[in-house]
């Protein structure tokens, strides 16, 4: 949290002798490809309560009649397909076959009695809609008698549209020209609903009767035996759920225009639930080591601030040992980062020396509040444990790297904590607290306030988990990680697998397949200035070129949001630095733009008030250009360049950049 050291001259003398390079190496691996563009959080069972976010999908509501109008002709096809639209619900699979069979009966295809078979369809439909919401806020509330309940109801609805959609008048329309084929995908769906009934909603709603977050989580332990049976179950339905998935993705582009969209909608609804429970899965077998099962772990917990920011975050200025027995968990003070080593000391390999040394001229040899000057966490944190053990303590098994935005998120879901001044800090100002109004306090009141919060929080959070929503929960950290706001490193390999397939490993692209441009920063004027920082970036559609490569282009721009009167009047020397009047009171910020695996980075360009540095070199084998500028009160400084991705691509380029404390959108 504390001031850095200003930075001065930074560059090795002649005399300068490197450490030996001997931090464990770290082979840069794939990106999960989750950090660069976050994705609404999912809730894997499909309710929508508070701030759960499914996404949502059109459909017929409940007591929705779609066949008052049913007509053979065009006209009537029109009013059903704009009745249809303007409903909601949240079972994709379900909306689906309520609004072809809907199209199909008004469009008389079978006449009146496909037409009485196919309102009663939507009529089940309905009611699984309405089901299958309730068995996803019993599941979150671990209501054991309602869970079971519910599913017992799904599968009596799922068996019903099955045993309707087998009869001979919808093997007759399936043979129908035109409407056939659709009709043969809305019996292929209400399949599929009937197989996740039978093979996930009924398991999960067995194995997981009684489990809630007050049985994982309780007194500052969490209970691995139901932790395991969570694992389990979600390893058991994975499969289920991922032939479900093929069997939708198989269905191709239906004929009838209605049909497409609620189509594809379930088919990325289902294809997000088989990546998330994949996931799951595959990090199942090393979550009770992770959590002290078969031995005691120890944690190095970092509070990375934005306010005076790095590459992965923030200056990683407060740190707290945090130690996990059989689940019980053990947290000690917050203290301030360690003091300087001698220039040269902390052991980068030569490719990082080159670019957060020499280009972007950092204390990264010496300062171990530096050493996240490099994008790649990773890497940081190996640096962080060698700063660390190098101090005389104990070894730790990883690193786990959160930001005040993350202590808020969870804040606004276990409720805030009171200071021993009387400060409130809970879920709608912690990051303000933290990353601006600390520092109006006295320099020596800054530092132990700001451990105290960060402690309180921690602690808070910790010792209420277990009234919190699982879906809440879930949404907070799948969002935190995707943002880069929570961070985990473990030094078992197979561990740090388990945290890459959790999307919270914070690694450099090296997907060629899925490109991502990273853009970093770091300040440099050792100031808490960056909570007045707008940064933005955008990426241009794709130009193919002949020898099969995409072009893009992208922008950055970081905008100093400061007024000069702000700057030498009104804010506290501790925010806006060391002699500021020296470079006119201005953000000096060290960037690093990275092209992606297999890319390179073309027409680099820079406008700001001052350009320092600028140079090109290679970071993990990507190409990367770094420097630093100066950037005046009010002003802004632009970062232009083309990135080219190799052919082959299966996605778009997307844009990554250090998270920054605020949002001025």
């Known amino acids: 949290m504390g001031n850095s050291t200003p930075n001065g001259n930074r560059f090795r003398g002649d005399n300068d002798t490197r450490a030996t390079r001997v931090v464990r190496p770290k082979a840069v691996r794939t990106t999960s490809g989750v950090h660069f563009k976050p994705e609404e959080p999912k809730d894997y069972f499909g309710a929508t309560e508070g701030p759960v976010p499914v996404q949502p999908v059109y459909g017929a509501s409940a007591d929705w009649d779609p066949f008052t109008a049913q007509s053979s002709d065009a006209g009537s096809r029109s009013a059903s397909h704009h009745h249809h639209h303007h409903h909601r619900s949240h079972a994709v699979l379900i909306t689906i076959i309520r609004v072809v069979v809907a199209l199909l009966a008004a469009a008389g295809v079978s006449g009146y009695l496909f037409y009485q078979s196919a309102k009663t369809v939507a009529a089940d439909a309905g009611s699984l809609v309405a089901e299958t919401s309730t068995f996803s806020k019993s599941l979150a509330g671990g209501d054991t008698a309602a869970l079971s309940s519910s599913a017992e109801k799904i599968s009596a609805l799922s068996s019903a549209m099955t045993e309707e959609t087998s009869s001979p008048l919808w093997s007759v329309a399936e043979n129908l020209p035109q409407v056939g084929s659709d009709i043969a995908k809305v019996r292929t769906l209400v399949s599929v609903a009937s197989d996740l009934s039978a093979n996930v909603v009924t398991p999960a709603a067995q194995n997981l009767a009684g489990v809630s977050m007050g049985t994982v989580f309780s007194n500052g332990k969490i209970d691995i035996a139901t932790l395991q049976t969570l694992c389990n179950t979600i390893t058991q339905i994975q499969p289920a759920i991922a032939a479900s998935a093929a069997r939708v993705d198989a269905l191709g582009t239906p004929q009838l225009e209605q049909l497409k969209e609620p189509l594809a909608k379930a088919k990325t609804t289902l294809d997000s639930l088989n990546e998330a429970a994949t996931g799951l899965a595959k990090v199942a077998p090393s979550l009770p080591a992770m959590l002290g099962a078969n031995g005691t772990r120890s944690y190095l917990v970092i509070a990375q601030n934005n306010s005076e920011i790095r590459s992965t975050g923030g200056f990683p200025g407060s740190r707290m040992l945090m130690t996990i027995d059989n689940g019980q968990i053990e947290l000690e003070s917050f203290e301030a980062v360690g003091a300087h080593f001698p220039a040269g000391t902390i052991p980068l390999t030569d490719e990082e020396y080159a670019v957060v040394n020499d280009l972007m001229q950092t204390g990264a040899t010496f300062a171990p509040g530096d050493v996240n000057a490099v994008p790649s966490f990773p890497r940081a944190a190996q640096l962080m444990e060698w700063c660390w053990e190098e101090e005389g303590n104990d070894d730790v098994d990883g690193v786990i790297a959160i930001d005040p935005v993350f202590l808020q998120s969870l804040l606004a879901l276990t409720g805030g904590v009171t200071t021993s001044d009387g400060t409130v800090v809970d879920g709608t100002n912690a990051a303000q607290i933290l990353l601006n109004e600390t520092y109006y306090l006295p320099t020596a009141e800054q530092d132990p306030f700001f451990s105290e919060v960060a402690g309180l929080a921690v602690k ?103 007024t000069l009167e702000q700057m030498e009047d009104e804010l506290p020397s501790y925010i806006v630095g ?88």
């Not at 907070?476 to 880069?484: I, R």
């Not at 890459?500 to 441009?517: F, I, K, S």
């Not at 080219?644 to 950049?657: E, H, I, N, R």
């Open 460 to 562: 808070k959070i910790m010792g209420s988990l277990g009234s919190v929503s699982m879906t809440d929960l879930a949404s907070t950290l799948t969002a935190s990680t995707e943002q880069g706001r929570f961070l985990l490193y473990m030094d078992d390999p197979a561990e740090e697998a388990t945290v890459t397939d959790l999307g919270a490993d914070g690694e450099v692209n090296q997907d060629a397949a899925h490109p991502v441009t990273g853009f970093y920063i770091y300040d440099k004027t050792g100031s808490k200035l960056d909570w007045y920082l707008d940064m933005r970036s955008s990426v241009s559609a794709s130009v193919q070129n002949a020898d099969g490569t995409k072009s893009y282009n992208v922008t950055v721009t970081l905008h100093n949001t400061t």
């Open 578 to 665: 060391v002699t500021p009047e020296v470079h006119h009171y201005s953000m000096i910020t060290s960037y690093l733009a990275m092209a992606p695996a297999g890319g390179t980075i073309s027409n680099f360009q820079v406008s700001a008030d001052e350009v320092n540095a600028e140079g090109e070199a290679t970071l993990y084998g990507n190409d990367v250009w770094a420097g630093f500028v100066n950037i005046y009160p009010s002003n802004t400084a632009t970062f232009t360049y083309t990135v080219t991705v190799p052919a082959g691509t299966q996605t778009d380029l997307a844009v990554w950049t250090t998270p920054t404390g605020r949002s001025f959108a």
